[in-house]
C-alpha cells in the first residue's frame, strides 16, 4: 500500500461540536478506506473511497476524496460519547489481495 | 460481514517461552492473511503477510525467525512469538480479506504481556 499521513494525532472535542481528521498523500492513491477502532477493540471497516472527487454520508459521518485522489478526510457532525475511538485511514493498495497500509490514526475522545 | 476470530485475546507469559496466537477465517476462506502489531495509542504496523501454503511475506525489520507464522489452511493461520521478551509485549492483530469483499476483516486482537 501507498503511504498515508494523517492528522491531527489528537481531538478532544465537547459532546455536540463537530470534528474532522485529515488524510494526506505524496502519490496517487488507488483507494482510501476508513476504520474505526474503539479503545481496547479491533479496527472496524466504515467505508472506501474509489472516485475522484467522492462524497459519501452514514448519517452524520461524510467522506471526502480529493479530486487528485491524493487526500481524504472524515467529518462527524454534532460528535456524540459512541463516536469515542481511533479513526484511521488506510491505503488499500489495487489489488483484492493487497495489504493495507495504516495511517497514523486520530484519537477522539468527546467530553459530555 | 464476515467474522475472523484471533485466539486468545490475552496471554501472559515468561520471558525465554512462545506463544502461539491463532487467526481463523470463520465464514470464508482467506488465501491471505496479515498481521499486525499495534503499541498503545499508535497505529497498526504490518508485520507479515500469510500465504496459504507458502512462505510468509515479513516486512523490514521484522525477525523471521522470532516471530513464526504458518498458513496451514484456507481458513487458519497461526503466529508463533518464540523465546519472548518484554520488549515482544503488544497487542497483535489479524486480518484477511475475503476475495470479492473490499473491506479487510480484524481478529479481536491479542493483548500479549511478557514478564
Known amino acids: 500500500g501507498q503511504q498515508v499521513m494523517q492528522i491531527p494525532q489528537y481531538q478532544h472535542v465537547q459532546e455536540g461540536e463537530d470534528f474532522t481528521t485529515y488524510c494526506n498523500s505524496s502519490?496517487?492513491?488507488?483507494?482510501i478506506q476508513w476504520y474505526k477502532q474503539r479503545p481496547g477493540g479491533h479496527p472496524v471497516f466504515l467505508i472506501q473511497?474509489?472516485?475522484?472527487?467522492e462524497v459519501k454520508k452514514q448519517k452524520r459521518l461524510t467522506f471526502q476524496f480529493g479530486e487528485a485522489k491524493k487526500n481524504s478526510s472524515l467529518h462527524i457532525t454534532a460528535t456524540q460519547t459512541t463516536d469515542v475511538g481511533t479513526y484511521f485511514c488506510?491505503?488499500?493498495?489495487?489489488?483484492?489481495?493487497?495489504?493495507?497500509?495504516f495511517g497514523q490514526g486520530t484519537i477522539l475522545t468527546v467530553h459530555p | 460481514g464476515a467474522v475472523v476470530s484471533q485466539h486468545p485475546s490475552w496471554v501472559i507469559c515468561k520471558s525465554g517461552t512462545s506463544v502461539k496466537i491463532e487467526c481463523r477465517s470463520l465464514?470464508?476462506?482467506?488465501?491471505?492473511m496479515f498481521w499486525y502489531r499495534q503499541f498503545p495509542k499508535q497505529s497498526l504496523m504490518l508485520m507479515a503477510t500469510?500465504?496459504?501454503?507458502?512462505?510468509?511475506?515479513?516486512e523490514q525489520g521484522v525477525e523471521k525467525d522470532k516471530f513464526l507464522i504458518n498458513h496451514a489452511s484456507l481458513t487458519l493461520s497461526t503466529l508463533t512469538v518464540t523465546s519472548a521478551h518484554p520488549e515482544d509485549s503488544s497487542f497483535y492483530i489479524c486480518?484477511?480479506?475475503?476475495?470479492?469483499?473490499?473491506?479487510?476483516?480484524f481478529g479481536q486482537g491479542t493483548r500479549l504481556t511478557v514478564v
Open positions: 486480518s484477511a480479506r475475503d476475495g470479492w469483499r473490499t473491506e479487510a476483516f
Open positions: 488506510v491505503s488499500a493498495g489495487g489489488t483484492s489481495y493487497g495489504k493495507l497500509t
Open positions: 465464514d470464508f476462506q482467506a488465501t491471505t
Open positions: 502519490t496517487t492513491l488507488s483507494n
Open positions: 473511497l474509489v472516485k475522484s472527487g
Open positions: 500469510s500465504n496459504e501454503g507458502s512462505k510468509a511475506t515479513y
